[in-house]
């Protein structure tokens, strides 16, 4: 149990355009998702917490309309970054919320902004 | 604030032997939780273990425990017989049950498990 998926895994795109990234609970609700950053060989790095049916809550530093976040329903976040540029480049990983304290990730997203 | 350390950047430990990761924390409260995380070359985050400050029992999940001094902020990983697909990067972190929604991650511990 406590599966949670990432979609897409990697992507490519151009310096300019927007990418979605979704995240889901396969198996349980979660009212609550994490959405972190990941710069090679360091730690995760929060951005927001994502609420179903409400706004997100941003991390300081991090830019709420460079990076929206959508959490549609209890099984679905998504993040979208809006004109992407090469320094968007990194490793994306959200959470889910399972209960009230554990937190289990996605298998994470690869976005490269050429 | 509440703070993760691990002091031990970088560990490796022959295959079949047992290793200790180390972890400190600071914090003023008295209710929390605490968690090892995996994270392998394929860079998925899996839950280890978990461990809830109120209970004194230290935590067990098969090959993986915890030694959770709450006196001294310890929260160390034990792994026995170590296996190669042990090989990954591992982070402590720590959850205040006023504030679920957010972990606290240490730096991480990179285990190399050699045959």
């Known amino acids: 149990g406590a599966v949670v998926s990432q979609h897409p895994s990697w992507v490519i795109c151009k310096s300019g355009t927007s990418v979605k990234i979704e995240c889901r609970s396969l198996?349980?609700?979660?009212?609550?998702m994490f959405w972190y950053r990941q710069f090679p060989k360091q730690s995760l790095m929060l951005m927001a917490t994502?609420?179903?049916?409400?706004?997100?809550?941003?991390e300081q530093g991090v830019e709420k309309d460079k990076f929206l976040i959508n959490h549609a329903s209890l099984t679905l976040s998504t993040l979208t970054v809006t004109s992407a540029h090469p320094e968007d480049s990194s490793f994306y990983i959200c959470?889910?919320?399972?209960?009230?304290?554990?937190?289990?990730f996605g298998p994470g997203t690869r976005l490269l902004v050429l | 604030a509440q703070t993760v350390t691990q002091s031990q950047p970088e560990m490796s430990v022959q295959e079949a032997e047992t290793v200790t990761l180390s972890c400190t924390y600071d914090?003023?409260?008295?209710?929390?939780?605490l968690f090892w995380y995996k994270q392998p070359p394929s860079r998925q985050m899996i839950l280890v273990i978990r461990?809830?400050?109120?209970?004194?029992q230290n935590a067990t999940e098969n090959r993986f425990s915890v030694n959770f001094q709450k006196a001294a902020k310890s929260f160390s990983l034990k792994i026995s017989d170590s296996q190669l697909g042990d090989t990954a990067m591992y982070f402590c972190?720590?959850?205040?049950?006023?504030?679920?929604?957010?972990?606290?991650f240490g730096t991480g511990t990179r285990l190399q498990v050699f045959p």
């Open positions: 959470s889910a919320l399972a209960g009230q304290e554990t937190q289990y």
């Open positions: 198996d349980f609700q979660a009212t609550t």
């Open positions: 994502s609420n179903e049916g409400s706004k997100a809550t941003y």
């Open positions: 914090t003023s409260e008295s209710n929390y939780y």
């Open positions: 461990q809830e400050a109120y209970k004194q």
């Open positions: 972190a720590f959850m205040n049950t006023r504030n679920t929604d957010k972990l606290i």
